[in-house]
T-cell receptor
Framework: QKEVEQDPGPLSVPEGAIVSLNCTYS??????FMWYRQYSRKGPELLMY????GNKEDGRFTAQVDKSSKYISLFIRDSQPSDSATYLC????????????FGPGTRLSVLP | GAVVSQHPSWVICKSGTSVKIECRSL??????MFWYRQFPKQSLMLMAT?????????EQGVEKDKFLINHASLTLSTLTVTSAHPEDSSFYIC????????????FGPGTRLTVL
């Protein structure tokens, strides 16, 4: 079993839809959870960062962490064509950032 | 804040030559820098982790003599691909963690290497 699982997609949705992106993980020691957005031929851009369980909202983006189920989600409301990208989840178990694990990424296409 | 730059953004070279890629943290001091490679439509593959003034730690299967990493300062790390071959063609991305806030990585824009 991979340490982090993520549906690679591609996921296609119409403009304005609510998008749900998810990752599951196996290492219960993970405490820091991140979502990155990567446009084609660009480096990943940090979107959301959460610590431990709970929800965090930033504009149209909401990140959820359920440590009991080892499951994290990113919701995108009112999706736009400009949201079309690959979304990578990432997590780490140490404050000093020496043990990051990335999911394989989900390709999202928002159709106008 | 937390801007990471890479240079060059793309490079084409002949087989057998060496290529150096620079990674700089522009507005913060980077405790640790990471080097990744990414093939088309695939996820990031960690190559090595480097701390300023220390030897890099390479992931299993990554040849340290082929991918030379130098982390001479808290704002600069370099990756040199020595004796490049076409199979080294890839997208190379660096990232850095900030001194005092090392739980998040900030990525550079990536360097596309094409070896002819």
């Amino acid at each position: 079993q991979k340490e982090v699982e993520q549906d690679p997609g591609p996921l296609s949705v119409p403009e304005g839809a609510i998008v749900s992106l998810n990752c599951t993980y196996s290492n219960s020691a993970f405490q820091y959870f991140m979502w990155y957005r990567q446009y084609s031929r660009k480096g990943p851009e940090l979107l959301m960062y959460t610590y431990s369980s709970g929800n965090k909202e930033d504009g149209r983006f909401t990140a959820q962490v359920d440590k009991s189920s080892k499951y994290i989600s990113l919701f995108i409301r009112d999706s736009q064509p400009s949201d079309s990208a690959t979304y990578l989840c990432a997590m780490s178990d140490k404050v000093y950032g020496q043990n990051f694990v990335f999911g394989p990424g989900t390709r999202l296409s928002v159709l106008p | 804040g937390a801007v990471v730059s890479q240079h060059p953004s793309w490079v084409i070279c002949k087989s057998g030559t060496s290529v150096k890629i620079e990674c700089r943290s522009l507005d913060f001091q980077a405790t640790t820098m990471f080097w990744y490679r990414q093939f088309p439509k695939q996820s990031l593959m960690l190559m090595a982790t480097s701390n300023e003034g220390s030897k890099a730690t390479y992931e299993q299967g990554v040849e340290k003599d082929k991918f030379l990493i130098n982390h001479a300062s808290l704002t600069l790390s370099t990756l040199t691909v020595t004796s490049a071959h076409p199979e080294d063609s890839s997208f190379y991305i660096c990232s850095a963690t900030r001194q005092g806030a090392t739980d998040t990585q900030y990525f550079g824009p990536g360097t596309r290497l094409t070896v002819l």
